[in-house]
């Protein structure tokens, strides 16, 4: 996906948390194993806010409602989730920890990328260390999913 500047990297953020979030909603309601659901939780917080974070920005650098509708249809296949749950449950993210942190690290791994390329594209210095700031909390995530992921493939 190309974007060229940083109102269409606000609103592919936008959109892109928004399916994270919905994603993660419906496998709330399909994951039966009371640690899952609780690592579903921990996740869907920070996708919150980072919605948040995305929307206030995006208040400010406004586009027009044709070109955003356009873009969003554009990234639908190309976007993170793309497998939505039932990736989800074809990786065992919804029947295990195990599974669950190691697509969230998976997921988090292509947001950094994802938001990496966002912040070299804005002219916006405020914009682009908004997007780096994203970038380093969801390493940090990163980092800490992966540590998670690699203690109990030793266990």
């Known amino acids: 996906m190309v974007v060229r500047n940083e109102s269409q990297a606000l609103c592919v953020a936008v959109e892109m948390e928004r399916r994270a979030i919905r994603v993660y909603e419906r496998a709330l309601m399909l994951a039966d194993d009371p640690r899952v659901q609780e690592g579903i939780r921990d996740i869907l917080m920070d996708e919150k806010a980072h919605l948040q974070r995305f929307s206030e920005m995006k208040s400010s650098h406004q586009m027009d409602a044709a070109e955003e509708q356009m873009l969003i249809a554009s990234m639908a296949a190309e976007v993170l989730f793309t497998g939505g749950v039932m990736e989800m449950k074809r990786e065992k993210a919804l029947t295990t920890l195990l599974g669950l942190y190691r697509y969230a690290a998976e997921s988090e791994a292509g947001a950094v990328r994802t938001y990496t ?38 266990q």
Request: glycine share 2%; aromatic share 6%.
């Open 117 to 154: 390329e966002f912040a070299e594209k804005c002219g916006d210095p405020d914009v682009r260390e908004t997007f780096l700031s994203i970038v380093r909390e969801e390493s940090a995530h990163l980092s800490a999913l992966r540590a998670r992921v690699a203690l109990m493939e030793a």
